[in-house]
C-alpha cells in the first residue's frame, strides 16, 4: 500500500490537533501516502445515543465518498473506526439493510459497495508498516517506560473486526518497544477514560481518567500513550480538572504514539504538536526544552 | 427541511408510536430471555461503582415490561459505552445494545435529553460535524488554530442541505 484515504472524523481536526500533525509528519516518512479527500463528514458514532440509523447512514456515507476515489480509509480515531467497522459489518450480513441505506446514499449521488477496507494507525503500523520498517527508521530510541492506553472501541467488540484483541492487546506494547521503550503490564490498561460521559455526567467522566491517571502514576511510569483523540483529550488536556476531582495531583506527560514514535525517528519536535499537549511531557529526558 | 429538532419532538403519534411500539416489541421479546441474570456484565461495568449502573437490572427491568421506568431515567445516560458487557456476557447478550435502543426510544418520544447531547445533532445537521475547528491554547497560552498550524481546511459536504434532507429521513426508518 501506498496511498491512503485520511478520514479524522470530528474530534481530531477541531481540537486534537496535535494527532493530526504528527500522522501528517510521520506517516509519509514511512511509505505511506496521504490523500484529503473532500466531502466527508461526521462518522455518525456520537448520533448513536440519539439514532442509530443515523449512525449507520453516516459511516456508509464516508465509507462510499472513499470508495468513489478508490481509496482505502485511515481512520484513526478509535470511535469512527468502530463505527465504521460496524456498518460495514452490519451491511454485509443484511443485504436488505443495505439496499434501505443505497436508497438513502442515492440521494446524495453515492452507493456503497463494500470494496475498499479501513485501517486504524494501530494496525497500519503494526500489520501494514511493519515492525521491520518502524526499526529501520529509529533513530534515537526511547528511554523510558510508557504506559499503553488503546481505547474501548479500538479493541471491543469482537465480534467485529478489531485492530487487536478485545482482552489482552498487544500492539501498542509490541510499538513502544519498537521504538527503545519499555512498556510494563499495569491492571488498570484496560479501563475506560470516561470521555463518553464528559457531556452529561463530568465529575464521574473526570473520575474514571482521574482514577486511571494515579494508576499510573502510582505504578512509576514515565508517560502514559494513546491512540484516541477522546481518551487522549481526557487524560492530557483535562488532567488538571480530573485531578481536582480525585483530589491530589497528577503530574503524568501525556503523548500520542504517533508523536512519540515521530520524536524517535529524531524528527523535529516543533512539527509533531508537541507545544499542544497541556500535560507535563517537559518532564521527559528526550523531550526538548525550547521547542 | 429545515432543521428540526428530533429531540424535542411532541407527544408522538401516529407512524412514530408504531415505530416505538415495534422497537420496545422487539426489544421485550428478543433479548432479555437468554438471561440468567449472572450479573457478570455488572461486575466489569465502567460505570456501576461510580453511576450505579447494573446492566443486568436493566435487561430483567426491560422484560419484566418496566420500560418507562428506565425511559424516564437518567440512568440509562450513565453508560460509558466500554463495551465490555456486551463482550462478557456468557450468553451473547449486549446489555450496551438494549441501553443503545432505550436512549432512541426516549428520543424519540419527546423525553428531554441533555442539551450536550442534542447540540452534536444541531451541529451535525448544521454542518456535517459535531464540532466547528476550535481555536486551543497551547502549552504557552497562546491560542492556534488548524490554519496558524499549516493544517488543511476542514473537509466539508459538498450539499449539507441533501444530507440534512436524507438524514431526516433515515432517522424515521426503523433499522432491519
Ligand atoms: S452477563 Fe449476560 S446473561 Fe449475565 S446478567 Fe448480564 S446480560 Fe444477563
Ligand atoms: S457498555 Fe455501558 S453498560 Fe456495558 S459495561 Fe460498559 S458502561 Fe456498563
Redesign the interface.
Known sequence: MDKIGLYLG??I???Q?AY??AL?EVLPDLGIELV???????CGA?????????T???SA?NMAIFEKEGLDILAPCPYCHQALSEAKHVMEN?P??KA??NS??E??GLTYKGTIKHYHVLDLLHDVIGIDNIKEHVEEPLDANIAAHYG??LI????IPRPDD??NPQKLETLLKTIGAKSDYYKEKL??C????M???SE??L??TGQKLQAVEEQGFDALTTLCPWGHRMFDAKQEDAAKVVGGSIDVPVLYYLQLLGIAMGKDQNTL?L????SPT?KLSFIEEEI | MSIID??SMAEPEGEQQDKINEILKTLKEDIPNDCYQCGKCTSGC??FI??ELEPHKVMALSKSGFIDELLNSDVI????????C??RCPQDL?PVDVI??L??IA??SGKQ??T???N??QS?LGS???????E?????NKA?T?DS?G??S??????IQ??Q???M???T????
Not at chain 1, 471491543?156 to 465480534?159: A, E, G, L, T, V
Not at chain 2, 486551543?136 to 504557552?140: N, Q, S, T
Not at chain 2, 426508518?173 to 432491519?176: P, V
Open positions: 470530528c474530534l481536526p477541531t481540537e490537533y493530526e500533525m501528517r484529503d479527500v473532500e466531502g466527508v463528514a461526521c456520537p448520533l448513536r445515543h440519539i439514532n442509530l440509523s443515523l449507520m447512514y453516516l456515507r443484511n436488505a439493510l434501505k441505506i438513502n446514499l440521494t446524495e474501548c472501541h471491543r467488540p469482537n465480534d478485545s482482552e479501563d475506560c470516561g470521555a463518553h460521559i457531556v452529561n455526567e464521574s467522566a473520575t474514571k504538536g507545544t499542544l499537549n497541556l517537559d | 428530533l429531540t465502567e460505570a461510580l453511576l445516560w450513565t453508560c460509558v459505552t466500554c463495551l465490555k456486551k463482550e449486549a443503545f435502543a436512549k432512541n428520543v424519540a435529553i441533555d450536550g447531547i442534542s452534536m445533532l451535525v456535517g460535524y459535531i464540532q466547528q475547528p476550535k486551543v491554547v497551547d502549552k504557552d492556534v488548524r498550524l493544517l488543511p476542514l473537509p466539508a459536504p459538498k450539499e441533501k444530507l434532507q436524507v438524514l429521513k433515515a432517522a426508518e426503523t433499522l432491519g
